[in-house]
């Protein structure tokens, strides 16, 4: 099977918690697409490579450029839209970082829920607010894509702080497509399945090594753990053309998952 060519000559986006993992990907797809990539994230070294993600890209013929930006602060999500101004604008905002930390309900910290919510949903929620507000003042609606989770409607053990928060997303989604559709911003969401990365750290390497009887990818049709590559190519639907009259929208990735 072929794989739909995007193209985005001429556009810029943003992708937070790009350095690594999903964002890291996603970048490079829009890279390779022909825009110009800001790759947002705390820290400009990568989790799994060894070349920054802004260089990646240009060594594979792109235009990228890191900036630091911690999502949890408004004012440096309006100063890395700011910086996309240097490009003609945000066109598209693909509000990406995320974080997880386990426990159950009856053991977590207020600290580390607060830390969850503030990176999965606050940095989301702004992230999308800044970014709409610079598509409106330059009168050049574009759209976000945010990064939800199947924990957006499906609980799971031990993760209750998780699994609010990406459903925080999901609202966020849905409620910023229905403001913002008079502005002519489209706002949708990608769900992952199970995914390898470093983002679940101390799960990449037992979920790419054991078989489809795992416990974790017991839900899984697919029968395996998906990777940044499987996700990617739904980023750049949603924020193409092709999807003109999709927004409010999840798009789920996740090897079937949601069928089991």
């Not at 490579?49 to 408004?74: F, K, M, N, S, W």
């Not at 159950?104 to 600290?111: G, N, R, T, Y």
């Not at 974790?216 to 190519?233: N, Y």
Request: include cysteine; proline fraction near 3%; charged fraction near 25%.
């Amino acid at each position: 099977m072929g794989r739909l060519e995007a193209n985005f000559d001429g556009e810029t986006v943003i992708v937070t918690g790009a350095a690594s993992g999903i964002g890291r990907e996603v970048a490079r797809r829009f890279g390779a697409a022909g825009a110009s990539v800001l790759v947002a994230d705390v820290a400009e070294e990568p989790k799994d490579g060894d070349v920054p993600t802004h260089e990646l890209i240009e060594d594979e013929g792109g235009t990228a450029e890191y900036v630091e930006t911690d999502v949890t602060d408004r004012d440096q999500l309006e100063a890395l839209v700011a910086a996309a101004r240097e490009f003609g604008g945000v066109d598209v905002m693909i509000n990406n970082a995320g974080l997880y930390v386990g426990g159950s309900v009856l053991d977590l910290e207020p600290e580390e829920f607060d830390r969850v919510h503030a990176v999965n949903a606050r940095g989301t929620y702004f992230g999308t607010q800044v970014a709409a507000t610079d598509m409106i003042e330059r009168g050049e609606p574009g759209c976000v894509v945010n990064t939800a989770s199947i924990s957006s409607s499906h609980a799971q053990f031990d993760q209750v702080q998780y699994d609010s928060s990406k459903g925080a997303v999901r609202m966020i989604t849905r409620g910023s497509a229905l403001e913002l559709a008079e502005h002519g911003i489209r706002v949708n969401a990608v769900a992952p399945g199970q995914i390898a990365t470093e983002f679940l750290e101390g799960w990449t390497e037992e979920a790419t090594e054991k078989a489809a009887s795992d416990d974790l990818l017991k839900p899984v049709p697919l029968g395996r753990a998906g990777t940044p590559e499987d996700l990617a190519g739904a980023y750049l639907y949603l924020a193409s053309e092709d999807a003109s009259y999709v927004t409010g929208e999840m798009l789920y990735v996740d090897g079937g998952w949601q069928v089991f």
